[in-house]
């Protein structure tokens, strides 16, 4: 492709856990090809303490860029919360075309320092989250006809190998999110099962290496990540914007970023969809 494209122009699309990150990313990215994105996160502005970027910032870089989008308070580890942001987002922007679910939960510790409310806390942002977000809106979406819904995975879904296994599997405590990832993939695939016949494509997207954002280097985990094992996010959002505008029999894949890309003979384009990557000196963010 040549130039910017605008390969979702009308559509309507929600992205949790847009404040930074791969979310913040995708955000960006859908909105350079046209659609008018919902950004939700649980702050507005950047919290104390925590890594930077935020949903307000996503937003002002969307409009300035000549996209469309609006920020959306919400905490999808709550229920009232999920629906008050698909109600939100209706009212605002209109019927949802494209549910991104990015937001992640859940704590990097070893077996012996996880406790009920981790377990808790993962599972039900990784796993109840996405499954709430799209009984909220499959409705509209097969009144319409059409509709496309992304859960990001992750790699560590995949059964490790060993033994013996390698360092991050021993110290870097992933096991409890892996498996969260693992019962998303398999959940995914069993909606995409269900509404294979209503025009709507459910799929589960992962990085083919790590995207060190601010919130891996938060949890630490990057420390067992060598340089060969990193892409650059704009892999994940463009990615994403493939799987968010493709033909609905492109249903029940557990994806990964680069690989996709290859197949598709897609090329990453930088954020504002106007050129191409220099993957050199691409940043992570």
């Known amino acids: 492709m040549n130039g910017k494209t605008r390969e979702c122009e009308g559509r309507v699309a929600l992205v949790t856990g847009a404040s930074r990150g791969i979310g913040a990313a995708i955000a960006e990215r859908l909105a350079s090809a046209g659609a008018s994105v919902a950004c939700a996160a649980r702050s507005l502005e950047e919290p104390r303490g925590k890594e930077p970027g935020s949903l307000r910032e996503t937003v002002e870089r969307i409009r300035a860029q000549g996209g469309r ?40 510790k070893t077996f012996d320092k996880l406790t009920a ?26 009144a319409r006809g059409r509709g496309w819904i992304l859960n990001i995975s992750s790699a560590s879904a995949e059964l490790p190998k060993g033994p013996p296994f390698e360092a991050y599997q021993v110290n870097g405590g ?83 970023s680069l690989e996709l890309l290859r197949e598709l003979g897609r090329e990453i384009r930088t954020l504002d969809g106007t050129a191409l990557l220099d993957r050199e000196n691409a940043q992570t963010r």
């Open 117 to 142: 409310s981790h377990f808790a806390i993962t599972f039900g942002v990784n796993v109840e989250a996405p499954f709430h977000l799209a009984r909220l809106v499959v409705p509209s979406m097969r």
């Open 174 to 256: 992933v096991h409890l999110y892996a498996a969260s990832k693992a019962a998303l993939n398999r959940m995914t695939l069993g909606l995409a099962a269900e509404l294979s016949e209503a025009g709507i494509a459910v799929n589960t997207l992962a990085p083919v290496a790590a995207v060190i954002t601010a919130a891996v280097r938060m949890t630490g985990a990057d420390k067992w990540i060598q340089p060969e094992m990193i892409e650059p996010v704009e892999a994940m959002a463009e990615a994403a914007l493939a799987l968010s505008c493709c033909d609905a029999k492109t249903t029940g894949r557990i994806a990964y």
């Open 69 to 108: 989008a609006v920020a959306i308070q919400a905490d999808v580890a709550k229920a009232e919360s999920r629906a008050a942001m698909i109600e939100q987002c209706t009212a605002e922007l209109g019927p949802i075309d494209i549910l991104i679910h990015n937001a992640a939960g859940g704590p990097h």
